[in-house]
């Protein structure tokens, strides 16, 4: 009786043992609450996995994904199964570099994990997820892995784009004027691997992705300025034999600006996807209404809005037509070379008064034909300065009755003026009646009758002036300029800029001007002024054609103008991880000293 009271009394404790072992294995199970395939958002602009899961207790962890039997390399934790507002891009977010994105030292509880899943309507996948929970950022023997595993089928409707292209990259387009943006001119340069580029040309694809409806659309592109290095880092060993480093700081890359017509919503984000690496891909022709005829530097530029005239010997814009106003072609042909517009410019003596658009030819001509942006680039040193260089140039769009100019000068080497110009455009005089600028001083719309001005007589403005128009009111032409950049530098030297501002001059012309350093106009003409050394000169300007408001304010539509062009899309770029990106960092640092990352357990940063 005794020995079976024993037996009893130990298989008791045995089956005691077996439930805290149960309690304590069940104790330390991950649970998967719910996992999904989901389509692009603005929070979230790829095809992606959202996984909800519990972990037996809170800790600190590291996550792996994998799909079909291959680990995700481009993951996320968030602290909720909540996401928040999937409408506009995420304020938080931890690149590749900060720690793979699947390790922090954030105590979790109920995460979610995101994953980079290029998901194909209906099919099956196998999902398993693999948590480390752990006491500290750094591993240790006391971690401890739990995992779990779950099919789930993709949603059946809605098809992805063409799966021949193996990669994408998804663009994040936030408006943030309160205007709704139609065939918006979008650039963005983007980098590839090699291996991934056959003939970017011909390959990329942009869609656009409908939230309501989650169907892609494919919207006209452009691919140019495509460059490449391809040395591969070198991880010899060193004189002495010793390793130089564990993983390389860069890899072999192509880059290209890819051009697009976006529309996006009114106070809304929308996601855009570039898709490439196709082999087989055809070559893509997209139509506009933007057209290019002639031989650079004097082309033709047409939309269906306004008609360009490049000067044929300095490539600067020479007449401009509104082609619903085709009668009343704005031009000037009064001065010396007779261009609209005449600079960046310097006088000094004895050389002649010097402005780009002298140049016959320029030493650089550059120019561009597409679908979506046409481009004319001119450059080189002024005629007779070569201690000076300048570069012109002029991007135009399909649909739209501007085009963006952009102007540099550059001091090689010291030269003495008495005048330093930008931004001046001049028409002949008869073709304007009244100008019209925002005057800060003020804060109002100041309107003049340029008809009553007395000749060589200046009106002043402050050189940071944010729109100026001329226009006539009997023909109902008007013509701006919208400021879109202003700067002024020095490498050498700071800038010596004597009293700049903007100003109106009339004469057989009428023109306006930015004065950057001008004592020709000043009080005592004859004073001399240094323009220094390294010194740089740079500003953007959006050239406007309008028919004229019949109210009264015939500038109307200039202000409805300068604020799209002052307020572009914002463009967040997403790119999915690469396998053969690395999962720590390093960086080569110029002194052999300390970082600033020794002593913490990230164990992701070395030199």
Do not use: C
Not at 555 to 584: C, G, N
């Amino acid at each position: 009786m005794k020995q079976s009271l024993q037996i009893l009394r130990q298989l008791f404790l045995f089956s005691i043992t077996l439930l805290l072992i149960a309690g304590r294995i069940n104790a330390q199970t991950l649970k998967i609450e719910k996992v999904e395939l989901n389509f692009p958002t603005p929070a979230i602009p790829y095809y992606h996995l959202k996984a909800d899961i519990t972990l037996p207790s809170a800790s600190i962890i590291e996550a792996e994904v994998e799909v079909n039997g291959k680990a995700l390399r481009y993951t996320d934790i968030k602290p909720e199964h909540d996401l928040g507002d999937q409408s506009h891009p995420h304020l938080t977010n931890r690149p590749p570099s900060g720690s793979g994105l699947s390790q922090d030292n954030f105590v979790y509880h109920s995460p979610s994990i995101i994953g980079w899943v290029k998901w194909q309507p209906g099919k099956q996948y196998d999902v398993k997820i693999t948590v480390r929970m752990k006491k500290a950022v750094i591993q240790s023997k006391n971690d401890v892995l739990i995992s779990a595993t779950q099919k789930i089928s993709a949603p059946s409707t809605a098809p992805v784009f063409d799966t021949t292209w193996k990669n994408y990259k998804s663009i994040v387009l936030s408006e943030t004027a309160g205007i709704e943006r139609k065939d918006e001119p979008i650039e963005v340069l983007l980098p590839f691997y090699p291996d991934e580029v056959n003939d970017l040309k011909r390959e990329i694809r942009v869609v656009s992705f409908d939230p309501q409806t989650k169907q892609t659309t494919e919207i006209a592109s452009q691919v140019y300025d495509i460059q490449q290095y391809l040395k591969p880092d070198d991880m010899a060993p060193d004189k002495n034999g010793n390793p130089t480093r564990q993983i390389p700081v860069w890899m072999p890359t192509v880059t290209a600006r890819v051009a697009f017509l976006a529309n996006v919503p009114s106070r809304t984000s929308r996601v855009f996807m570039v898709y490439y690496n196709n082999k087989n891909a055809m070559a893509k022709i997209y139509k506009t209404d933007l057209q290019v005829q002639g031989e650079a530097p004097g082309l033709q530029i047409d939309n269906d809005l306004i008609s360009v005239v490049l000067h044929p010997k300095s490539g600067h814009f020479d007449q401009l037509t509104l082609k619903s106003k085709s009668e009343y072609p704005l031009f000037h042909r009064k001065e010396t070379n007779g261009a609209i517009h005449w600079n960046p410019e310097i006088y000094t003596p004895p050389i002649p008064w010097t402005h780009t658009s002298d140049w016959d030819p320029p030493a650089h001509v550059q120019s561009l034909a597409g679908p979506v942006i046409t481009f004319s680039d001119v450059w080189g040193p002024l005629r007779e300065i070569p201690q000076v260089d300048a570069s012109v140039r002029y991007e135009f769009y399909p649909g739209k009755p501007y085009f963006i100019s952009t102007t540099n000068l550059r001091i090689n080497e010291t030269v003495q003026s008495l005048a330093l110009r930008n931004a001046e455009i001049v028409f002949k005089r008869e073709l304007i009646t009244d100008a019209a600028w925002y005057d800060v001083i003020t804060d109002s719309v100041i309107t003049y009758d340029v008809t009553k001005m007395p000749e060589l007589t200046d009106i002043k403005m402050q050189d940071d002036v944010p729109w100026i128009s001329f226009y006539n009111k009997e023909t109902g032409i008007g013509f701006a300029g919208i400021q879109l950049n202003y700067s002024n530098a020095g490498l050498d030297n700071r800038t010596r800029l004597l009293n700049p501002y903007f100003y109106i001059t009339g004469g057989p012309w009428i023109y306006w001007a930015r004065a950057l350093s001008l004592s020709f106009l000043s009080s005592n003409m004859q004073q001399i002024i240094p323009v220094l050394k390294g010194n740089f000169f740079t500003e953007k300007w959006a050239y406007l054609v309008y028919e004229t408001d019949k109210g009264s304010k015939p500038y109307a539509p200039v202000l409805e103008w300068q604020k799209k062009l002052t307020h572009p899309l914002r463009i967040e770029l997403i790119e999915e991880v690469d396998d053969r990106v690395s999962r720590s960092v390093t960086e080569l640092i110029l002194e052999k000293g300390k970082t600033g990352w020794e002593g913490r357990e990230t164990g992701k940063h070395r030199e």
